[in-house]
T-cell receptor, first 111, second 115 residues
């Protein structure tokens, strides 16, 4: 079993739609969680950290479910510019040097 | 503000040739530094990380090596490239703060093709 698993997609959604991605992780000791966005042939860019209580940044909402060991990302009112691959990232303890990346979920927002 | 640079942006090398990729960070001191590789259609794989000058930890046994000769400089090297070394090489930095996640920020990457 992979340490971090994501549905590779692609998720094809129309503009304005709401789309959600899930990511599961296997290490119950994981403590830090992030979503990164990666455009084609570009470097990953931090989208948001994921906190236990859940957090929101504009149209983006991230949730953490420790009991079931998954994190989610919800994108509301999808824009064409949201088209990218979304990477789920887990690190084992606070201040650790090691990220474990999922292989990413590809999103295509269609006009 | 902090910036991270990588060069070259693209590189085509023959099998068996040496490699040197450089990464530098500006605007911060004593960062944690990381080298990742992303093969086509695959996730990012951590290759090396460094918490200080001369301190290198290797995650994956391979024909690559890393060095940190200065606080904000991280170099990835190989004496003889293999076809399987092709990929997108990404350098990242983190603040290394204790008590919180080491949020990592990536450089623009080097796309390496070994022929």
């Amino acid at each position: 079993r992979k340490e971090v698993e994501q549905d590779p997609g692609p998720f094809n959604v129309p503009e304005g739609a709401t789309v959600a991605f899930n990511c599961t992780y296997s290490n119950s000791a994981s403590q830090s969680f992030f979503w990164y966005r990666q455009d084609c042939r570009k470097e990953p860019k931090l989208l948001m950290s994921v906190y236990s209580s859940g957090n929101e940044d504009g149209r983006f909402t991230a949730q953490l479910n420790r009991a079931s060991q998954y994190i989610s990302l919800l994108i509301r009112d999808s824009k064409l510019s949201d088209s990218a691959t979304y990477l789920c990232v887990v690190s084992s303890t606070s201040g650790t040097y090691k990220y474990i990346f999922g292989t990413g979920t590809r999103l295509k927002v269609l006009a | 503000s902090q910036t991270i640079h990588q060069w070259p942006a693209t590189l085509v090398q023959p099998v068996g040739s040496p490699l040197s990729l450089e990464c530098t960070v500006e605007g911060t001191s004593n960062p944690n530094l990381y080298w990742y590789r992303q093969a086509a259609g695959r996730g990012l794989q951590l290759l090396f990380y460094s918490v200080g000058i001369g301190q290198i930890s290797s995650e994956v046994p391979q024909n690559l090596s890393a060095s940190r000769p200065q606080d904000r400089q991280f170099i990835l090297s190989s004496k003889k490239l293999l076809l399987s070394d092709s990929g997108f090489y990404l350098c990242a930095w983190g603040r290394g703060a204790s008590g919180g996640p080491d949020t990592q920020y990536f450089g623009p990457g080097t796309r390496l093709t070994v022929l």
